[in-house]
């Protein structure tokens, strides 16, 4: 934090300043200049309070923050990149790792041909919604812990480690029961009951970025699941909201290399949600790829024309195959950038 004072502030005030600082728990440094005085604050402790306190005495002219108010998860605090492991499948190391499945659970035989065609296809880790948000309450809700047995069972049958999402701090155990990677939506990146919680649930989570929220925003949200006990926290640009509608949403891929600078954690891309419109998802997803991300979440449904939610969005399951196969040569040169980048981080 740096405290500029007002020019014709005397040296009582200055101490005063000095003294209000120090009963933060700061240290101050001053430079004394031809017209004011600068006064530099280092340490730990509550820099909104200090900063709000100290902004109203009444001959400081202005109290900007400097370092990043997210210290656990910046690139200051760790420079190299994290690995989270989902159950022994690393996210943000050298495999480029694929999320897929249906947008909800639905029934044993959609979640198994679903589960079955992705995992052949390359992808590590299942998705399905158990526990839906809907914006409408009339719409389908998902079908709960009876999806979760169905993630399971279909866990069992191929492999593939499970990502659901978690909408409330009550169902935090339940569902920690059955999924590998806790899943916090657009939606609830703000739901800070549910980040405390999930900062206590010995599981990886999952944050997507809200509808509306900054980065700095998503990044002060992973702050706390991790301040809380949790540092198995991988990032997810969603798209957000703009005034564009021609997607669903905006997918913010400067975004993600921008997340690359600032944190540490692993950022993924889901292409589904953020274009809203299956034929947009294979040239997203070679974006993603190009700007660096760890990985992808896609929406792939068994008959996607049939599908309960995100129907328009999902790939049909031999269209998830190829979008695959072709991602193929832009993951080589992935591959390539990662070992230089990890050669060059020595
Ligand atoms: C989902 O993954 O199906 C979902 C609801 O995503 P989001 O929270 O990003 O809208
Ligand atoms: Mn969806």
Redesign the pocket.
Known sequence: MIISMKPRATKTEIEQVFQRIEDFGYKVHSIEGEERVVIGVVGVGDVTACLESVEAMPQVEKAVRISAPYKFVSREFRPGKSQILVDGIEIGGDEFIVMAGP??VESEMQIMQAAEAVARAGARLL?G?AF??RTSPYDFQGLEEEGLKLLAQARRATGLRIVT?VMSDRDVDLISEYADLL??????MQNFALLKTLGRCGKPVLL??G?SSTIHELLMSAEYIVAHGNPGVIL?E??IRTFETATRNTCDIAGVAALGELTHLPVIV?P??ATGRRSLVPALSRAAVAVGADGL?V?AHPCPEKAV??GAQSLHLDEFAAMMQSLGPWISLWKELRVTEAAAAV
């Open positions: 947008c909800s998705r919604g839906k948000p999402e899943q916090v939506g657009a939606r609830n997507k970025r509808l997810c969603r798209g889901d589904s949600h979440i929406e939610s995100d």
